[in-house]
């Protein structure tokens, strides 16, 4: 889909999400509350929008999220929704501010996790989620360092992995895998 003439004139020519001087197309952002709205992306965003995958290109979405366009801070909020596992991602949402009835359409748009989604749970069966802080509960060899991670270590903004029995998180420094298995949620 084209772009008409005020997509052009809104967007001056750039990518609405990563402000890209390209070859600009039509993106229609829907939901079922009946809001309608487009945007003008580039092939990229477009791409992502619909996969987000391309982790470097995302980085946009931390400006775009403070976009004066309604429809661009929505889409924003949305994808890094689903890439909230990444510690950047999840910041942003942590910072982002949207008024009441953006948030509430870009929340709208959002698919709550089904009953096959993953779920990672500490050593006393309690849920964790991106961003929690956990303290390790045993000591733990570091597999590729020289240190121990010790009992008793708080780590904080965690991140999740595609496998239930891992989290990320930051180590004396250094990003680590552990087991969920050896942590508790502070």
Known sequence: MTLDN??????DGRCELCGAE?????????????????????PICIEQATAPTDLNHLRCLT????????AAQVLSYRLLHELRSESW?????????????????????????DEHAIVHKDSN??????????TIIKDLNV??????AKRG?????????????????????TRIVILTEFVKKN
């Open 6 to 11: 005020d997509l052009k004139q809104r967007s």
């Open 22 to 42: 390209a070859e600009l197309d039509t993106y229609q952002l829907t939901d079922s509350d009946g809001h309608d709205e487009r945007l003008a992306l580039c």
């Open 63 to 70: 400006t775009s999220i403070w976009s004066t366009t309604a």
């Open 89 to 113: 991602a999840q910041e942003q949402l942590d910072m982002a501010y949207l008024e009441d009835d953006i948030r509430q359409w870009a929340e709208a748009g959002i698919h709550q996790a």
């Open 125 to 134: 069966g309690v849920t964790l989620a991106a961003g929690d802080t956990v």
């Open 143 to 148: 597999k590729g360092t020289s240190f121990v």
């Open 153 to 173: 270590t708080a780590v904080r903004g965690i991140s999740l992995t595609d496998n239930p029995a891992h989290i990320e998180g930051r180590v004396n420094g």
